[in-house]
């Protein structure tokens, strides 16, 4: 008995510590919705509150969504509203990140996913009909796919617009400040002006007979 307990455990952890192993750690930015599909389309089976954490399991390769779970169930959330560590900062999950922070690339299939995780929902009772939109959707996908990718060079322009914005208002601030140093050296050069013709004003007023170390005869 006490051998067959220990090959069980055994088997249990070879199954699975690969799971856990591939499992990353984020956050999420917003309050979003966790949907049991990777699309606006599919169900929400909750909400994720903002800066809460979420275990990634993977991500789609052709759209930017990812199979998390969190403490109230396990579903699909886009990667724009998740972040995750990545060399001391937080990134949002984009593809181009998956490998160095170790997310799988992942497939989503219906009936083995819903089956697993959705069983005991209200939405499960018309699986047949979520499993045909999401059979017949791939216009629809190919649609959201572009959609998305439009959102994120939107979101990049808008980046990259504030840093001009940025940039723009630190040379403005610069030039401001070289017209004011420009101004104040012309003032100070005015004042040093002034002062030499007073001066030269004032030493031709003083008799000649005044210099040096005597006094006019005359006197």
């Not at 909400?47 to 979420?54: A, E, F, L, Q, R």
């Not at 601030?173 to 004042?191: F, G, H, L, M």
Request: proline share 4%; net charge neutral; charged share 40%.
């Amino acid at each position: 008995m006490k051998h067959a307990f220990l090959r069980t455990a055994a088997l249990f952890s070879l199954l699975f510590a690969p799971a856990i192993a591939e499992a990353a750690e984020g956050f999420a930015t917003a309050n979003v919705n966790m949907r049991s599909g990777p699309s606006t389309r599919y169900p929400a089976v909750t909400v994720i509150p903002v800066g809460t954490s979420v275990e990634i399991h993977g991500c789609l390769a052709d759209r930017p969504w990812c199979d998390v779970s969190f403490y109230q169930g396990r579903g699909w959330v886009a990667g724009r509203y998740v972040q995750a560590m990545y060399r001391r900062n937080r990134v949002y999950l984009e593809p181009e990140y998956y490998r160095p922070l170790g997310i799988p690339t992942v497939v989503f299939e219906f009936d083995r996913y819903w089956d697993r995780n959705y069983r005991g929902r209200d939405f499960y009772r018309d699986r047949d009909r979520w499993r045909r939109d999401w059979a017949e959707g791939d216009d629809r996908g190919e649609w959201e796919r572009r959609r998305e990718r439009r959102e994120r060079e939107w979101e990049r322009s808008d980046r990259d617009r504030g840093r001009r914005q940025q940039e723009w208002e630190r040379r403005a601030d610069e030039e401001w400040q070289d017209e004011e140093n420009y101004r104040e050296s012309r003032r100070r050069d005015r004042e040093r002006q002034f002062l030499e013709i007073r001066r030269e004003r004032e030493m031709r007023e003083i008799p000649e007979c005044e210099f040096g170390d005597f006094r006019c005869e005359n006197e």
